[in-house]
């Protein structure tokens, strides 16, 4: 098929000189019936993934716009610079409700490219058969989510609070802005979509047909665990110093209403710091529920880090695989030496007993009996440890190497095999013709005889 001329081409397939339809929204429907083959839906499928690439970038903007307003207007009011009733504080929450408006209308129209994605792969052309109930309920949740944030205004509540000092519970009236300011780094989850979406192994042809092969989901699981594989020290340092300073600040503004302790940022570190390494001093602790709660998440996150952080530092103290033979080499030739001088004692223990013996000096053969059982028991311990050191060595390379070796001559062993028979048979074949010659040199020689006579 020639390509045609369209006054928007789109995004070409291959160069654009390509021979397949170009994919565009201008396109009539008539047409792109005409032109839908494999090409045409490839281009299309290009430039729905590069749409939706540049809208969640932009959903990411928009929340970490409305996050650090939220930061701000929040501190400020802490610092007592202005009211939640004033004009300034008011025209910070109405901006914070702006950008949510916005992050709400990337989400959806990501969601809906998303659809669009998913109906270019599998050829449909009904959008409703790509809404399922699970992908409805994640999209309402999502939005659900990302819709929480402070309202304009001041609105307050009761908080119940308890002094670990004093051992008394005490109520105290605070905005509702603390309990829909801490929701909204929720929106953070949009950083691993985006992340996910720029990686080279998602974006890349090649890796995921590759993927496809091996029924390999390309998602931010399988990017996460590669990222641990190649760069763990980065990753995990990158986790936990966010962790520190978002559980911190959090933290802060749950407990900034109970006492001055708490309401210092450096405190609430501390605190976050030592229940994240499972330390847990006791001289700061959480008065509120909303504060605990903070706490607890803290120390299942760190917990998991530092399994994490074990399981990597394991990684990188183990041996390669050069590295390895190397010092089981080293090792081998060590023992091979202590094996050959335990040897040479048991040989020289045992003809100074057989000496002695001879002899009569019972004194002296007994010396040499203890010092002949040493050595034997020093060389069962060699030998132990040789055979401790071939099992330690053996590795799937190697079972993989002793498996190919026997393939190898099993294949050889039926070519062999193969070979012999043909000739075998070829072998029968001779002899069957020469039995037919020789059946026909008697039965000549017969009728001579007979015409003979």
Not at 172 to 195: A, E, K, Q
Not at 249 to 272: G, I, P
Not at 279 to 296: F, K, L, T
Not at 340 to 359: C, E, S
Request: net charge positive; with cysteine; aromatic share 10%.
């Amino acid at each position: 098929m020639s390509s045609t001329t369209v006054e928007d081409p789109g995004i070409p397939l291959v160069g654009t000189n390509g021979h397949f339809q170009m994919y565009s929204d201008d396109i009539p429907e008539k047409r792109k019936r005409k032109f839908d083959n494999v090409g045409y839906r490839l281009a299309k499928r290009k430039e729905l993934f590069q749409r939706r690439k540049v809208i969640c970038d932009f959903a990411l903007f928009f929340a970490i716009v409305g996050i650090v307003l939220m930061v701000i207007e929040t501190e400020l009011c802490m610092s007592n610079i202005f009211k939640k009733e004033e004009t300034a504080s008011l025209l910070m929450k109405v901006a914070i409700s702006l950008s949510t408006v916005t992050l709400l209308g990337f989400v959806l129209w990501y969601h809906a490219l998303d659809v669009k994605l998913y109906m270019c792969d599998n050829s449909l052309d009904d959008w409703t058969l790509a809404m399922s109930t699970k992908r409805i309920l994640a999209i309402t949740l999502e939005v659900v989510i990302y819709a929480i944030h402070p309202l304009p205004g001041r609105y307050d509540f009761s908080w119940t609070t308890y002094d670990a000092t004093s051992g008394h519970f005490t109520t105290t009236t605070i905005p509702i802005d603390v309990t829909l300011s801490v929701p909204m780094f929720l929106r953070l989850f949009l950083v691993c979509r985006v992340f996910m979406l720029h990686s080279k192994l998602f974006t890349d042809a090649s890796s995921q047909s590759l993927g496809a092969l091996n029924r390999i989901n390309f998602n931010f699981k399988f990017i996460f665990k590669s990222m641990m594989t190649m760069c763990p020290e980065y990753v995990l340092t990158v986790l936990m110093v966010s962790v520190l300073l978002i559980s911190s600040w959090l933290l802060r503004a749950c407990e900034m209403y109970h006492d001055d302790t708490h309401s210092n940022f450096l405190n609430t570190m501390w605190l976050v710091a030592i229940t994240f390494l499972s330390v847990g001093y006791g001289d700061i602790v959480p008065e509120s529920y909303c504060g605990r709660g903070i706490a607890v998440l803290t120390g299942m996150f760190g917990a998991g880090c530092t399994a994490l952080v074990v399981a990597v530092l394991a990684r990188k103290l183990e041996l390669s695989r050069a590295e390895k033979y190397v010092h089981n080499f080293v090792i081998d030739v060590e023992l091979d030496k202590r094996n050959k001088a335990a040897a040479a004692d048991i040989i020289k223990a045992g003809w100074y007993v057989y000496k002695y013996n001879r002899l009569g000096q019972d004194v002296s053969r007994r010396r040499y009996h203890r010092k002949l059982l040493k050595a034997i028991h020093r060389l069962r311990d060699i030998k132990h440890e040789q055979r401790r050191l071939m099992d330690s060595g053996v590795t799937l390379v190697e079972m993989y190497r002793v498996q190919s070796g026997v393939f190898d001559m099993m294949t050889r062993f039926e070519a062999q095999q193969t070979i012999s028979e043909n000739r075998v048979v070829d072998m029968e074949a001779k002899l069957s013709s020469m039995e037919a010659k020789l059946d026909l040199i008697c039965s000549l020689m017969t009728s001579s005889g007979a015409r003979k006579s």
